[in-house]
């Protein structure tokens, strides 16, 4: 039951909604008695896997899922090497085909670059009028005329040529009202001006999101929001008008953040929510203390105006708790340049400098060269290990190769989950693991901020505690 109130949380979104169910239900007899989870990503700060109902397939391929939905709802399978996914109502009934089974390789299931294919459920004994089919059409035109114009979106930053694809789509599907649908159209439109618009995006935040009611499980909403509020806080302190913001959040002070941008026009609930992200992105970019983001997060939790703010604000504070210093470090399967998987235990007993970079960020290159002469003075002591989190390895390892790094590169690339754990979104980010695996720092300096005689005192006492 505590469960079962737990996801009514995150799917209510109005005080007084009542609890409803929808059912997922069908026949693959290639599927029988494998299990599948239905979940869903419930907020755009943590993007965890919020599991709605499992179950197992009969021998004769029958299946029947009963979900909590109190509102219309992306929903998601995991199915080897597909991710299934529909759009749910409440109280509606729907039956699905599955993609026929294909058990991944063994290649693909030890691969850390695997990425199952999005795969629409089929849906079978539904007319056209069925949400999914207007979805679906609407996203396939949309990527459409995105391809069709991607010099003059993305190169030459075109408005007309953006204003002009969303008047024609706008156009196609008005006459559809359901309020889940134009919610959609509202955020994919809001992407597309925000790719011409990102050198002054408080334009489209002041139309899309500031005065807008929160759709925290939309999940256009919620890759909207994350593309223009990475890190934002950090972002809005580096203005000179702004850096107040600074002293506000090292001084904990949640209260005054969401009143800072409040009188910037942001609706309270919405301000919140933009603070909620900053804290939990600002703890590891560096720029802010760590106690005074726990400090704020921990305000939050009481001080938010919806409950579900503040079990989003609890969730943001056991994440961080994930990577504390004195606690284990998170493992990794990941394939090195020679094509070799390694795992932290293929460091055990060294003291690791972990980074997570991306090769074509300019902060990470400086870092990077900046790690060459540590390297050389401490690899008696300590082991280097660079993790690429770019789209395509490749260009990692061609950095590598041009440069001349010594130390070992693992491939990142598409390990959200990875990510996820270490919180490694925003690069360059770096980590000091022990010989025990323990995090001793969580984020470390970087190489060019000082973080060597940090390291040697660390080391030090290290030494000292267990030789003693």
């Not at 459409?144 to 024609?168: A, D, F, G, W």
């Not at 002293?247 to 969401?258: D, H, K, P, R």
């Not at 606690?327 to 990941?334: Q, V």
């Amino acid at each position: 039951m505590q469960r079962f109130s737990i996801v009514l949380l995150f799917l209510m979104t109005s005080v007084g909604l009542a609890a409803q169910t929808s059912v997922i239900c069908g026949k693959a007899v290639d599927y029988c008695t494998k299990e599948i989870t239905i979940y869903t990503i419930p907020d755009p700060v943590l993007h965890q896997k919020l599991e709605l109902a499992t179950t197992k397939i009969s021998t004769d391929g029958t299946f029947s899922l009963t979900l909590p939905v109190s509102q219309t709802i992306e929903i998601y399978t995991d199915l080897e090497k597909y991710c299934g996914t529909m759009v749910v109502e409440p109280g509606k009934t729907y039956q699905v085909t599955l993609p026929p089974f294909s058990l991944r390789t063994t290649n693909e299931a030890r691969s850390p670059y695997f990425k199952p294919a999005l795969y629409w459920l089929g849906l079978t004994g539904s007319d056209n009028s069925d949400l999914n089919f207007a979805i679906r059409s609407f996203v396939t035109e949309f990527n459409l005329e995105t391809v069709k114009n991607t010099i003059p979106i993305y190169q030459n930053k075109s408005k007309e040529v953006v204003n002009e694809i969303i008047t024609r789509l706008e156009l196609k599907y008005s006459a559809n009202q359901n309020e889940y649908f134009k919610t959609l159209k509202m955020y994919y439109f809001a992407g597309l001006e925000y790719s011409v618009n990102q050198r002054n995006p408080d334009q489209i935040i002041r139309k899309y999101f500031a005065v807008q009611p929160l759709q925290l499980i939309h999940p256009v909403y919620q890759r909207t929001f994350e593309t223009i509020f990475t890190d934002f806080l950090h972002k809005q302190s580096q203005d000179i008008q702004y850096q107040k913001i600074v002293s506000i959040t090292n001084a904990g002070n949640f209260i005054e953040l969401v009143t800072f941008f409040e009188n910037k026009g942001y609706k309270k609930d919405f301000a919140e929510l933009v603070v909620l992200k900053g804290l939990y992105d600002g703890y590891y970019t560096g720029g802010f203390s760590k106690s005074g983001v726990i400090m704020a997060i921990e305000m939050a939790q009481s001080r938010t105006t919806s409950t579900i703010l503040q079990s989003v604000a609890r969730q943001i504070k056991s994440k961080l708790k994930l990577m504390a210093v004195g606690g284990k470090a998170p493992d990794m399967n990941l394939l090195n340049m020679k094509n070799e998987m390694v795992n932290l235990n293929s460091y055990k007993g060294k003291f690791i400098y972990l980074s997570f970079i991306n090769s074509r960020s300019s902060d990470c290159r400086v870092e990077l060269d900046s790690l060459v002469s540590l390297e050389k003075r401490l690899k008696q002591v300590l082991t280097i290990v660079s993790v690429a989190l770019d789209d395509d390895f490749e260009n990692a390892v061609k950095l590598w190769n041009v440069r001349g790094y010594g130390w070992e590169l693992l491939n990142g690339s598409k390990q959200k989950q990875l990510i996820n754990n270490y919180n490694a979104t925003i690069t360059p980010a770096f980590y000091l693991i022990d010989p025990n695996g323990t995090i001793q720092l969580s984020q470390a300096l970087a190489p060019s901020q000082g973080f060597e005689p940090l390291f040697i005192k660390i080391f030090r006492d290290y030494r000292f505690r267990h030789n003693n």
